[in-house]
């Protein structure tokens, strides 16, 4: 971020990310890029964010001026030309999420509590820029974001929790409906998982509940964040093959019995 901005970041700022597939509306990156929209504005937030958008695009190639930057010791005071993007795409002018970023000015100012950064790549180890894989990178997430509009499960949320790290998701992901059964009531950020009433009507009211989430997960002390954590890793507990393994069982079970009543 420092390379690509031309900024120095202190140790307080608040790493947050959204990842998956590339489903704009479904995996609801657009109400993620909204709250992210409306915490650039919002006088309450007290700490710079720095906001990873990691989904993979039709990629081009790695930055070469990025991995420049990267490779010097030098400390640069202006960020590079695109200051929004990891690496190249092939027809950027028609890429949703830089689109979006364009429309509503979202350009990396140096003023701007919230940055945003498209990272368009599978990241496996080889990107070329951060040459890490995802989970190494999401241990370093102080928060992530699903606001999906529709997901039968959600691999993304568990595997963020698993690792720790609080997450925000919607009761239009099998996830958290399971977490909101889990606890007996909707997630809230203090359990680990918050889980937003998400409908076809009220994706104002969805951005606003996380830009809020965010303004309040950076306010939280150390300790009250240590706290999150270990119940974000609690909940993943629940969904360990020991504990799921019953549910395939009798998945199974009901399906041989069906196969077998066929044949009779």
Known sequence: AGALLGMEFGDDVMLIST??????RNKGIDLYMEALNRSLRNKELNRTVLAFVEVPGWVCCPREDLKERLLSDEEYETPLEWPLVTHWLHEM????????????NMWNHPEDKVKVI??????????GIFNMNYYDLLIGMDMTIFASYYEPWGYTPLESVAFHVPCITTNLSGFGMWVNQLLGKDGDLEDGVQVVRRTDYNASEV???????????????????????????????????????????QAYDFALRKAKSRMA
């Open 19 to 24: 990842s998956g597939r590339y489903e704009f």
């Open 93 to 104: 002018s028609h890429d949703q999420v830089i689109d979006y970023m364009k429309r509503y």
């Open 118 to 127: 498209f990272v368009p790549c599978y990241l496996d180890g080889t990107d």
């Open 207 to 249: 951005a606003d509940a996380i830009k809020d989430a965010i303004t309040r997960y950076a306010l939280f002390t150390p300790k009250q964040v240590e706290a999150v954590r270990k119940k974000a890793v609690a909940i993943s507990e629940h969904a360990l093959w020991k504990n799921f393994i019953q549910y395939y069982y």
